[in-house]
């Protein structure tokens, strides 16, 4: 990947510790409880586990039966019952009340398994905590903070120490902070630092982003198929049999690593051109002698047929692809899009998406949609939530909350809004009042933030897809991912100076900071983002990471 | 010390845990011990059984600390999870062998089991669990609120019912909030809730919104309704309230109870806006519940229906009626037109819907009717709010035949568009009379190609080639 696009390439750190870590953690706790116990596992944690250990691990520290924790009686023979499930009430204290109010105290036994982070791949590694996002960001409540702390804390105390920790957001100071805190308390060795800086990003710095349909292999992949924890279920009209696949995407995969970062107009050629190698591979067979065929056979055939294997299954997710996006009018949901990240023939976007409402193609495109121009023109929008009001007036609720969503009267601008705010003191009460006025700080100043930053590349330049230039190829050459962008300019100065109009854009809370220890592996960059990230930005990070010849790797909590 | 060993027995005659029960599952705990020894390394168990010789220490119930039976006991209260605040301030749950006596582990005495590991940075990661001696001074639990808001944080226990003064416990929530835990600034507020009442308790955290937040989404997830409801209302955020109330509709079952229920919801202080939604909603159920009572058997035993109509979107409701009510007469409740004006849907979210029902029904000629209108001379026509474009893309996907969709191919306004549909739905007649209009001759000997050999369109074709009227641009 990055390594062969510049040889100076540093290496990337062996993440793989992380997993023994978790599996060590895991052993430990079911050794608290000895002798025989059934283990009902959560759906959702099934596949971080996978990751983790496999069932002759658990078998051999005596977990009798596994099964899956599901909303009925439990039918077990077993004296202990072991329950490994995610945290819906994560806090210890919270949990225990819970217990006691409901008389289980005592009959229960809580204990923690912090698993912190999941590699994903070489160069990701995950919080996989999906309800970080709707707890941070909508329910205000920061119970991960100290998670996100604690999971920067591993990372520093096996791969640090940092030289560097750069941020934006409110949620990355309070990581940051916790995390200062740990490493205070606890003692500091000098070793080798493998990841020299990092760049924490809270999610809600870039809706944007998020918020643009995919167009790079793994984006797609990932909104039309879902990859969860690495993992990816292939239906059989991918897979051209009755059934359907769960295959793990990852370097691992030859042809996947190959195409991940492309853009998808890219991939079909290069299926077809390994397609047309494989098939000279294999006939090369013909006039072998039993002596050449044999060697064929030991030697390149197994290779041959995995890679048979994995081009097969690629090449049908892309005809999947196709078909399900020609079918929704793909193109046009595109232009409008860039449209709307051009602030070009407004007008024209909002009757699209009406029309995209009316003809009910698909509900989350629809609220997509709605969302983009809702941010990119900073709220100016009354006329849709009828359609959908009164099924949805619960997710338009949410949507406000999150910023994501501003309604406005038709006409009414930003100055008008800020100037009615005095008058929200006086006829409303102190709880509406801050609502207004977080709503307020929540503006997006997607339009001056895109000209400051050059997001939008002049539209008249011929973009070659297949030799990408700067990140805008992950969105067709029509769009810079805002975090990226920031990721990109602070390290090229080292800091926020000059960006101070930007900064101002994004409500501040930004900061760099350096410690005392200077390392020399200033090349291997940690980018976290707190409330997840998309597989679009993690390409356009690995475009950065091969021009600039460092490595993001990125630690993100995912959250779709 | 003594005064906190009187606190203990207080503790646990008033507490309503009862105390531990050791004498039956010693042999299960010993064995709890030795499992745990087997993942600590032995050399480093050695160092902190030296660490705890040094410190002469003695627990509540009186026996030395590090002792065989206190550290039994001390698993088994690891193990139930009882050492809730005030249980046993006076056992210096740092010592790194005994780190795991709190509620939740930090993560350092998580790392602790790893010493077996022999990756040297984990062995780097794990000292920080050597350095509590610091702690050790203080068996009784003095420590002010910040000091028990770093423990608290660091997943250790500290006390918090000696906070009993409201300043304390405000201390103690404001330094939670500065600390930006939120499993702490919950453990406070559990705190509070117990020990303070609801008018004190709401008022303070008016003007905390951090812990606000917290509060309610404890509250939320707890399902302790009744209390959030008196707080929003408290606070004065009506339409929170009357959302909260209006989204218990999603736990009733039983659609005469919902829809009598989201009756009830109408007096709700809900913004303007929402206050429409939620009529129509309860307008949208109890018309439901008369649609699914009525209708002709024979649509339904032709095209047996998938789910029931209770509780669908609107939009899904009129497509249902556009399907097996359409013909019904505008004063039924099931009529689409009825729906229709009930709800104020726009034209075209109406055309789309009725389009779509009628084409997958093949009713071609509702489709035909659905577009003509009349002027008022009596000629017919045929308009649409929606492209034509759209509509024969709506028609195509439901496989109609070819001699209707060229009537709406015909339609498409921009001739390049219309020539491209007619072509790839093989109208072409359509094709033929556009390029003529266009005056395009080659393009019309181009097309002579793709019909059939004589065919009526090849002959078409060549009538129109040797046509002298017509001054060909080409």
Known sequence: ?560 | MTKSKADEEDYWNSSKFKAFTFDDEDDELIRLKESRQAVNSIQRLVEEDDDEDDVEKVSWSGEPVGSISWSVKETAASNQRTDREPAFPKIPTDTPSLSKSQSGYSLSSLFKGETALSDSSIRLYAPELRKPKSEYKDYVSDWSPEETIQRLQQGKTAPLEKFRSLQDKLLLLDFAVSAHDGNVITAVLIYLKRTLSKEVLFRELESRQTALRHFIHYLTETKDQRLLLELLRALGRTEDVALLQYKEHLSIADENKRRDFLKSCLSLPFSAEDSAHVQDHYTLLERQIIIERGGKVEIFQKFPRRASILNMPLITTLYYCCFYHYSEPEGTYSSPLNIRQAFKISEKQYFVTALAARAKLKAWLDVDALFTSRNWLGFTRKKSPLSFQRVVDVLQKNSAPTQVLQDYVGLVEDPDMRISLAQKHKCHDIVINTYRDMKDRQQLLGYRGKVGRGSAEERKIDELLNNQQIRWKN
């Open chain 1, 1 to 560: 990947m990055a390594n062969s696009a510049r040889r100076d390439s540093p290496e990337l750190p062996d993440f793989s510790l992380l997993k023994r870590l978790a599996r060590d953690q895991l052993i430990y706790l079911l050794e608290q409880l000895p002798g025989k116990k059934d283990l009902f596992i959560e759906a959702d944690l099934m596949s971080p586990l996978d990751r983790i250990a496999n069932v002759s691990t658990l078998k051999q520290h005596e977990v009798d039966k596994l099964y899956k924790v599901e909303y009925k009686p439990v039918v077990s023979t077993s004296d202990q019952l072991c329950f490994l499930i995610r945290p819906r009430i994560q806090t210890f204290y919270a949990c225990e009340a819970v217990l006691e109010e409901q008389g289980m105290f005592g009959d229960v036994t809580t204990d923690e398994w912090a698993f912190y982070l999941l590699p994903l791949d070489d160069d990701i590694i995950s919080l996989e905590l999906p309800e970080f996002f709707r707890d941070n960001f909508l329910a205000g409540d920061q119970r991960w903070m100290r998670t996100a702390g604690s999971a920067l804390h591993l990372l520093h105390s096996l791969y640090g120490p940092f030289s560097k920790v750069y941020g934006i957001g409110r949620y990355s100071k309070m990581a940051y902070e916790s995390w200062r805190e740990q490493v205070e308390q606890g003692e500091q060795r000098a070793r080798q630092a493998e990841i020299g800086n990092v760049f924490l990003i809270d999610r809600d710095v870039d809706f944007v982003t998020p918020l643009c349909s995919q167009v790079v292999y793994e984006g797609l992949v990932d909104d039309i198929f879902r990859i969860k924890c690495g993992c990816v279920e292939f239906s059989p009209d991918v897979t051209a049999s009755d059934k359907s696949v769960k295959v793990m995407l990852n370097s691992q995969d030859k042809v996947f690593n190959e195409i991940r970062n492309e853009h998808f107009s890219n991939v079909f050629g290069f299926l077809s051109q390994k397609a047309r190698n494989l098939q000279t591979a294999y006939d090369k067979r013909r006039g072998m002698d039993i002596k050449q065929m044999k060697t064929f056979v030991s030697e390149e055939l197994k290779g041959l047929k995995q890679e048979h294997r994995l081009l097969s299954l690629h090449i049908g997710a892309s005809e999947s692809i196709m078909k399900k996006k020609t079918k929704q009018d793909f193109q046009e949901l595109l232009k409008t899009e860039h449209s709307l990240l051009e602030g070009f023939e407004i007008r024209e976007c909002i009757s699209y998406i009406e029309e995209h409402i009316s003809r009910q193609v698909s509900m989350i495109e629809s609220l997509r949609l709605l969302c983009l121009l809702s941010i990119t023109e900073n709220g100016e929008l009354s006329f849709v939530t009828s359609n959908y009001g009164v099924d949805h007036l619960l997710t338009f609720s949410n949507l406000r909350q999150l910023g994501l969503l501003v309604e406005q009267q038709p006409g009414e601008t930003l100055t008008v809004m800020e100037s009615r705010v005095g008058k929200l003191v006086n006829d409303k009460t102190a709880g509406k009042l801050t609502d207004a006025f977080s709503s307020l700080a929540k503006k997006s100043n997607f339009r001056a933030l895109s000209r400051k930053l050059n997001l939008v590349p002049k539209s008249d330049e011929e973009y070659d897809l297949r030799v990408p230039r700067d990140m805008a190829y992950i969105f067709s050459g029509a769009y810079v991912p805002l975090s990226c962008k920031l990721i990109e300019q602070v390290l090229e100065r080292d800091g926020w100076t000059g960006l101070e109009e930007v900064t101002r854009l994004l409500n501040g809370n930004e900061f760099a900071v350096t410690g005392q220890i200077t390392s020399m592996s200033d090349r291997i960059i940690l980018v976290m983002f707190l409330g997840g990230c998309t597989f679009s930005e993690i390409s356009a990070l690995r475009f950065l990471g091969r021009e600039k010849g460092k490595h993001g790797p990125n630690g993100c909590s995912v959250s779709h």
